[in-house]
């Protein structure tokens, strides 16, 4: 790798003015090339030659800043950059870095090009950090260039620069950047430069001593030299006159004492583009301070072709009259006062250009425009977040809602918007910036409002608990959900939409916390309220159906919980609206589970098949419902006895969802679990234990210790404990786990039970026999009356207590038992699976546990 890149400063000089053509393997984000770039070539010099040097040593991370105050020109230098020596790279990317929280966001979108997973369902920060990983590895591209364009704050970005083979480059007015990485100082042009870019930029002849007296009026600022240059090309004016003009001009702005932020030569220049474009064509500069209230990022064009429905009286007639709008916006670009990119089809406006657009209106005027960019921005919207086929729309979209103020907004379609707009946050997995954008809708609303249970605040607030939950903040979301519910049913009526909607998030919030009885209960309840509303909410209903089906499994109601499930997967196989193929999948991978927790392992095979190869065409292989798909296929594979296909899954499953989703996260640790069991299932007792060692203990963490899946975990452990020969603390573990399970969810629930089937063999492994037939026949009896004689819980208690008859000494008894076991095995065509095949050896059965999604 470093002698590679060793040998890039040679290959530079040589392409120095290469005008290849060839586009990088990746190359996204990267606005146009100017056409007006000239002069800067010792400082391009000087950036390629501190990126092969940063190539060469030891930095952490391996990125230059190109630092300069605005208007200098630093995003032009590292576009030119990119452009320049595009053919040295695979991949060049570039990452608007002005607001931290879009950032990850920009970077998880990398992750499809270099062949991962999206973050549709992953998480935005998770995706980020696998993209930052993928690229230090140089996996699948060793040759990267990354553009951090105007970065603010080092110590907020410092985690998403990426180090390893490749280049990362930042653009910054901080100078805190210098101590963080290899800084270049981007100042001014010189006179030379600055006199050269005019000349170019006007296209005619002009007298060199004019030139050097305007460049000198103008700061050498390359922004300001851009408007001067542009003006005088468009409408031919002498350069005598503009000088003129650009001093009457300036004396006015230092009168009226502008703001420190930006030269006065800007200002001016500024001013002087606007009156000239003013006067030939005023409908520009209309959309002009339009846009001046957007972000610094680009403006979708269709922001205003689709916003002639919104009631925008200020610009109405030019978004009516399409070519007036095209000509307004040609006008801008003409005068260099907006870029507009026929490519991505965006309108940019500098960040200096906005700011004084913005100061030379009152606050009145102000409020007005901006109250219609928040039209514009919610009519341009779609209105379905749930469809990802409309989230690029809703990704550009987001950069603009925090720059204009949309949260002060209390117009019902632009707060219908926003709360959109969160929602598609939520479901693209950016769960950090939706937290932030609902926390500050509710704040704001709440404030405008003048009270905390407006209908509005409410709806932002059960978006708020559906992103703590899945955030993994669960007690905060709790409490949330509680209280939001409780609120609605108050203000809004148990049977509005939003309440309901809002019911149903408050029994994933149940499970979560282990309340899976509550939770049955409530989404028993709400079926019901949703079949007797007067408006049907199909999509809403499937989600209430599928969640109470999960709630019948999660308390023991196996047959039901199936039935359920097999009928929901026939109607959304049948649905043409409201279904994705998310939501598919993830029926029919509840279903394979809930006939496997039946005993009918064969079907659970073949329907877990069926599910995770419909995940793997439908989504991907690292999608996250396709993993948990291969993990209920994994235990089902176990069950059967297809020892070496369930651990080769179960391990790939459990790395995926690793990678993908952290190590804490609820679903990598059911992953674990089954990982462990596997390696139990094939006779590897160390790895096993190790395994379930590690995973055990962040049951507690991640839920609670008092969580139902915090206790069955430790059943697993205790199951090792005792094959690795101390039945004594396998059976104090079974003990405690068994008592705090039926604290918590009954002697009526399998979880509970599936304990005292391994405490009986902890007792006949102490020698305690006549316990253990005591504690068996007991047991026996309870499981019978709970799933009948034919479930595989009753025949593994049935075989164990046939075990510890003959120990106790009732060998006629015993026989009978283990007779009568082996003929239900059969009938059930399951006597090759291995609970059978212990039983007709004479060899206790183990019972594991793997938690369910909830």
């Given amino acids: 790798m470093v002698g590679q890149w060793r040998r890039f400063p040679v290959e530079l000089s040589h392409a120095a003015h290469s005008t290849s053509d060839r586009v990088p393997l990746v190359w996204e984000r990267v606005p146009p090339k100017n056409p007006h770039f000239t002069g800067r070539e010792d400082l391009l010099l000087a950036l390629r030659d501190n990126i092969t040097q940063v190539s060469s040593v030891v930095l952490e991370p391996k990125a230059n800043a190109l ?71 140089g996996e699948p591209y060793r040759k990267w260039l990354l553009i951090f364009d105007n970065a603010v704050d080092p110590a907020s970005l410092s985690d998403y620069i990426p180090g390893g083979p490749g280049h990362a480059l930042i653009t910054s007015r901080n100078p805190q950047w210098g101590s963080r990485v290899q800084s270049l100082r981007v100042d001014v042009f010189d006179r030379d430069e600055s006199k050269t870019f005019l000349a170019n930029r006007i296209r005619r002849e002009m007298p060199e001593e004019k030139l050097d007296i305007l460049a000198e009026k103008l700061g050498d600022l390359p922004i300001a030299l851009e408007q001067a240059g542009a003006l005088m090309y468009e409408t031919a004016m002498d350069i005598d006159e503009y000088i003129t003009l650009l001093e009457s001009q300036t004396t006015g702005l230092m009168g009226m004492g502008k703001s420190d932020d930006y030269p006065q030569s800007m200002a001016a220049a500024w001013q002087l583009s606007v009156h000239q474009l003013r006067t030939r064509l005023p409908q520009a500069i209309d959309i002009l301070r339009c846009c001046a209230f957007f972000g610094p990022e680009p403006i979708p064009r269709d922001v205003f072709r689709r916003g002639t429905e919104a009631e925008t009286p200020r610009i109405a007639p030019i978004l009516d009259d399409p070519l007036l709008l095209t000509k307004a916006l040609s006008g801008l670009g003409r005068f260099a006062l907006a870029k507009i990119d026929s490519t991505t089809r965006t309108i940019q406006v500098h960040r200096l250009i906005q700011t004084l657009l913005r100061e030379e209106l009152d606050p009145r005027q102000q409020h007005d425009i901006r109250h219609e960019v928040h039209l514009l921005l919610a009519h341009s919207a779609p209105k379905d977040p749930e469809d990802n086929a409309n989230w690029k729309a809703f990704e550009e979209l987001v ?80 409490q949330t959900d509680h209280d939001t519910l409780e609120a609605m049913r108050k203000e809004l009526g148990a049977d509005h939409s939003e309440t309901l909607w809002a019911t149903n998030s408050y029994g994933s919030t149940l499970r979560v916390a282990g309340e899976f009885q509550r939770a049955r209960e409530q989404d028993g309840e709400l079926l019901r309220r949703y079949r007797k509303a007067t408006t049907p909410d199909t999509t809403g209903m499937f989600r209430v159906r599928h969640n109470l089906a999960i709630d019948h499994s999660l308390t023991s109601d196996y047959a039901t919980a199936r039935d359920m499930f097999q009928v929901l997967l026939r109607d959304l196989s049948t649905a043409r609206t409201g279904v994705g193929s998310s939501m598919v999948l993830s029926t029919w991978s509840a279903l ?106 962040l049951y507690a963490r991640v839920f609670d210790g008092d969580h139902p899946f915090a206790h069955t975990t430790r059943s697993n452990l205790a199951v090792l404990l005792r094959l690795r020969g101390d039945a004594a603390g396998a059976r104090r573990m079974n003990q405690e786990a068994s008592e705090a399970l039926v604290a918590r969810l009954g002697w009526d629930h399998d979880y509970p039970l599936t304990c005292l089937i391994n405490m009986q063999s902890d007792l006949a492994a102490l020698g305690e026999v006549e316990e253990a037939v005591k504690g068996g026949r007991e047991l026996h009896q309870q499981l019978r009356d709970l799933f009948g004689d034919d479930h595989f819980m009753t025949l593994s208690a049935a075989a164990n207590l046939s075990l510890d008859l003959r120990a106790f000494g009732a060998a006629a008894e015993a026989d009978a038992l283990k007779a009568e076991v082996l003929r239900r095995y059969q009938e059930l065509d399951g006597i090759n699976q291995p609970d059978a095949v212990s039983t007709a050896q004479n060899r206790r059965i183990n019972t594991d546990f793997d938690p369910q999604p909830l």
């Fill in 399 to 478: 950069p603009h809602i925090g720059y204009s103020n949309l949260a002060e907004c209390a117009t019902p379609n632009v707060r219908e918007f926003a709360l959109n707009t969160v929602r598609y946050l939520y479901r693209a997995g950016n769960y950090e910036l939706a937290r932030a954008q609902v926390e500050e809708l509710i704040e704001k609303w709440t404030e405008r409002e003048e009270r905390d249970d407006h209908p509005d605040v409410l709806v932002a607030r059960k978006h708020l608990g559906n992103i703590l939950r899945g955030m993994g903040e669960y007690t905060l979301a709790y």
């Fill in 592 to 697: 394979s589970r809930a006939v496997r927790l039946c005993g009918d392992y064969d079907m659970a095979v073949y329907l877990g098949q069926d599910a995770f190869d419909y995940g793997r065409q439908q989504l991907s292989l690292d999608n996250h419902g396709t993993l948990l798909a291969a993990k209920d296929l994994s235990i089902a594979l176990r069950r059967r006895g297809d020892f070496d296909e369930a651990l080769d899954l179960a391990d790939t499953t459990y790395n995926g969802l690793r990678r993908l989703l952290g190590a804490f996260h609820s679903d990598t640790l059911a992953a674990g679990v089954n990982l462990s069991n596997a390696h139990r299932a094939k006779g590897d007792i160390d790895k096993a234990y190790a395994l379930a060692l590690e995973i055990t203990p």
């Fill in 67 to 137: 630092q300069g105050q605005g208007g200098v020109g630093k995003t032009q230098l590292a576009i030119e950059y990119a452009w320049r020596y595009r053919r040295h790279y695979d991949v060049v990317y570039w990452i608007p870095s002005e607001k931290r929280e879009l950032v990850p966001a920009s970077l998880a979108a990398l992750a499809p090009h270099l062949g991962l997973p999206p973050s549709v369902g992953l998480g935005i920060e998770e995706t980020a950090r696998t993209v930052k990983r993928a690229l230090e590895r």
